[in-house]
């Protein structure tokens, strides 16, 4: 089996486009309200490059949590439902 590993920790540095104002400029995903943070923005306002380093299977487990406009969740919602999983 190969383990793929994910950061624990993120620069901001290297997303102005996604971080533009406060004084945190690296948030560790190891804390669950950072990871919520990073995935929901990512999610919503992220480019290609950014959403495709996101692993999927961490997507899939924080979906429900994450901070998504109703579109934006069904879509994925509907994206892992044709997949197999399914949200109750």
């Given at each position: 089996m190969v383990t793929i590993s994910r950061p624990t920790k993120i620069d901001l540095g290297n997303y102005p486009h996604l971080?533009?104002?406060?004084s945190k400029k690296i948030i560790n995903l190891d804390n669950p309200r950072d990871e919520i943070w990073w995935?929901?923005?990512?999610?919503?306002?992220g480019r290609t490059k950014d959403i495709q380093e996101l692993p999927l299977d961490r997507?899939?487990?924080?979906?429900?949590?994450?901070?998504?406009?109703?579109?934006?969740?069904n879509v994925w919602q509907k994206y892992f439902e044709q997949k197999g999983y399914i949200y109750e």
């Open positions: 971080y533009w104002s406060g995935y929901s923005t990512v999610l919503r306002e997507v899939r487990e924080l979906l429900p949590s994450l901070s998504l406009p109703p579109f934006l969740r």
